[in-house]
Each structure stands twice: as structure tokens, then as C-alpha cells.
């Protein structure tokens, strides 16, 4: 290893001996947390700075550690590292080992929702080996995920957007210029296409960014859903997918706002038909089924949209990272992956909470809007 390469690294790094001690950082380590190299250096343990969110090396045994290589997947880990300041940064971790020296490098690429969390730590007690790490809920960390994702998506989806709008009305007048027959034209349609996709893209962030804010109102589910499904169901009867829908001619009031929950009912409808036509029994029963039933919550009743369907499922392993911004099981090309992000926090921002259960072969999705203000 070229220690000279270490130090001028702009990823952070630091270098641990046997006992984990901290014998080394580079200065992008010491920028990125804002410690000086020698209150790090000598740190008596690497787990004093360092917490391993999820799953942990075997760093306490060094008889295991030539078989750490930092091109193995399965020595990236997500880690929280502390700051001087005692809040936290968000990193993934890998290790690589230099059998000359016998030591371990470790390289830090920084997490997308690093520097958003309000908690602080006591660094000093910490560092001393005398503190303890406040474990944040689940909720609050997806709180976190979608404030951020929020506030990225509002500043890509706007400096996208104007010069996206150009390239699709240049490359409709090249389309519509150009004679049918010549392959030029087959050219300009798909950067046509994919223009449109990128537009779709766009639309979901902005979305999700919530820059349009339309009051709540008292409105009729079923007149919602069937204006939104009259939008996909030439889609459905092609795919051979039976919908079972009882009950649409009764009205079901609830407080919302009627293009948001259209919104929501349109995202819930094409994962539907996504996951039903991915099922990988060609001969299983296809069949979406939606309706209403009123529940109670506390003090408060609500009316409950039941969206069902019999899809493969969401393997167990993947169910909490389902309302993540970006993660989508689907192939590339198909699926932005915010499109239940947006929905869960619509619902959210109507009063109403998204959840989901999978049982007995059908996956269930359910909208829980409040009846009255």
C-alpha cells in the first residue's frame, strides 16, 4: 500500500492494528468528522467512533483477518461514524488487509442520508470508552429517508426538468419531420420515448417533494378509484387479470384530497398488475380484488381501501425496505422505486397511514383515510 496514496485519498480511510486500535487516519478522514489527527490516532478501540448498523465484521480475532478482502460484498457494512460536534455521519465501510504489515485499511464512502440526523452524542465520553449510542426507532429513520429524499428530488426534478422540456419538443419536431420508412425516424421516436420516461421520473420526484398543496375534503372513495382505474383497465383486461371490485355503486366518504389519492390508487394498482403478471406459475388464478370496509383507531374512525393481489409476494428479507425511496424489486427500466414512497407519504400528509400485509398467497395494501375531520 502506497502510504502516500493514503494520505492524498479524498475517500476517508484509516488504518487499524490487531487490537483495533486506531493507528492511522488520512486527512479526508479527519475533515470528514472534523477531529484532528491526533485525537484520532491511537484511539485504543476502533469501536469507540464506529457503530455497526446491521451486521459486524469479526475484527476481534486477527487470525481471521487475511481472509478479509475489501472486493468481497460481504465486507461492506453500514456503520455510523461519530463527529466532534457528537452527531453522527452515515458510511459504508469496507476493509481490505495488508499482509506485510499485518494491519487493516478500512475506506469510508459516505450514505446518501449522512449529516440528517438532529441527535447528539457526548464525543468525548465516547471517545473515552464512557459512552453509550442512542439507538434511533425505525420510524424516525424512515422520517429521516424521506426528508432527504425530499429535499434531493426537489432540486434534481428542477434542473431537469427545463432543459428536459426542450429535448422533448426538438425531438418531436425531428419525428414529425422526418418521412416515414427512414430509420432516422425509428432514432428520434426512441429519444422521444425515453425524454417522456425521464418526464414520468420528474413527475414522481416533484411529487414526492410535495410542492402543490390541495385542501382535504370530504369525497366518495369508490368515484376516486373508478376514475383512476378507468386509466389502467385496458391494461388489466389485456394482461387476463380478473378485477373484483364489489360494491362500486355504494358511496364510501373519507376526508382526503381527490388528486393525491388518485395518485395513490394508481401507484397501488400498477404494482398490483406488476406483481400478479410476475407470478411465476403461468396457470395461477390472476385476480385483483379492492374494497372498503370502516375501522377503528383510538378515538377516530376511518375507512380502509383494500387493494389485493395474488402476485408472488414480498419475500420477508425485503418487507422493511418496501416504503425506501428508489428500491424497486422490478427490472430496470420499469420502476422508479419511489412510487410507494410517494403514496406512503400522501397518505401520511391526508391524516391517514399505507401499510401492507402479505398472507394465504395475496399481498394487501391498506389505505386508512380518516371519515371526518
Not at 402476485?311 to 427500466?333: A, S, V, W
Amino acid at each position: 500500500m502506497s502510504y502516500n496514496f493514503f494520505e492524498h485519498s479524498p475517500v476517508p480511510a484509516c488504518i487499524l492494528e490487531p487490537s483495533l486500535l486506531l493507528l492511522r487516519v488520512n486527512t479526508a478522514f479527519s475533515r470528514a468528522f472534523g477531529f484532528s489527527k491526533s485525537e484520532l490516532e491511537g484511539i485504543q478501540n476502533w469501536n469507540h467512533i464506529c457503530e455497526f448498523k446491521n451486521s459486524k465484521p469479526n475484527l476481534s480475532d486477527p487470525s481471521l483477518w487475511p481472509s478479509v478482502n475489501v472486493l468481497d460484498e460481504n465486507s461492506s457494512y453500514a456503520v455510523s461514524i461519530l463527529t466532534k460536534d457528537g452527531t453522527r455521519k452515515e458510511y459504508s465501510v469496507s476493509f481490505a488487509f495488508d499482509s506485510e504489515e499485518f494491519q487493516i485499511f478500512a475506506y469510508l464512502e459516505a450514505s446518501l442520508f449522512s449529516d440528517l440526523s438532529p441527535i447528539r452524542y457526548d464525543s468525548a465520553k465516547i471517545l473515552a470508552g464512557n459512552g453509550d449510542w442512542e439507538r434511533p426507532s425505525d420510524s424516525w429513520v424512515q422520517k429521516q429517508k424521506l426528508e432527504a429524499i425530499g429535499t434531493l428530488s426537489a432540486g434534481v426534478a428542477h434542473e431537469i426538468n427545463n432543459p428536459l422540456m426542450g429535448v422533448i419538443n426538438y425531438a418531436e419536431m425531428v419525428f414529425n419531420g422526418i418521412e416515414t420508412g427512414n430509420p432516422l425516424r425509428k432514432y428520434a421516436g426512441i429519444i422521444l420515448q425515453e425524454s417522456n420516461r425521464i418526464s414520468e421520473i420528474v413527475k414522481d420526484m416533484l411529487t414526492f417533494t410535495r410542492l402543490e398543496k390541495e385542501e382535504a375534503k370530504v369525497h366518495d372513495l369508490t368515484t376516486v378509484f373508478c376514475s383512476t382505474f378507468g386509466l389502467l383497465k385496458s391494461g388489466f383486461r389485456k394482461a387476463e387479470i380478473e378485477t373484483v371490485a364489489p360494491a362500486l355503486d355504494i358511496p364510501i366518504y373519507a376526508v382526503c384530497s381527490a388528486g393525491r389519492l388518485r395518485q395513490v390508487y394508481l401507484n397501488l394498482l400498477t404494482n398490483a398488475k406488476d406483481a400478479i403478471e410476475s407470478h411465476p406459475d403461468p396457470d395461477h388464478k390472476k385476480i385483483l380484488t379492492v374494497y372498503w370496509e370502516k375501522i377503528k383507531k383510538g378515538n377516530r374512525n376511518y375507512v380502509r381501501t383494500i387493494v389485493e393481489d395474488t402476485g408472488p409476494g414480498i419475500p420477508e428479507q425485503n418487507r422493511h425496505k418496501l416504503f425506501d425511496p428508489f428500491y424497486t424489486t422490478k427490472e430496470i427500466g420499469k420502476g422508479t422505486g419511489l412510487g410507494l414512497t410517494v403514496s406512503y407519504n400522501l397518505v401520511r400528509e391526508m391524516g391517514g397511514d399505507l401499510s401492507f400485509e402479505c398472507a394465504n398467497g395475496t399481498t394487501r395494501f391498506y389505505v386508512d383515510l380518516p371519515e371526518s375531520f
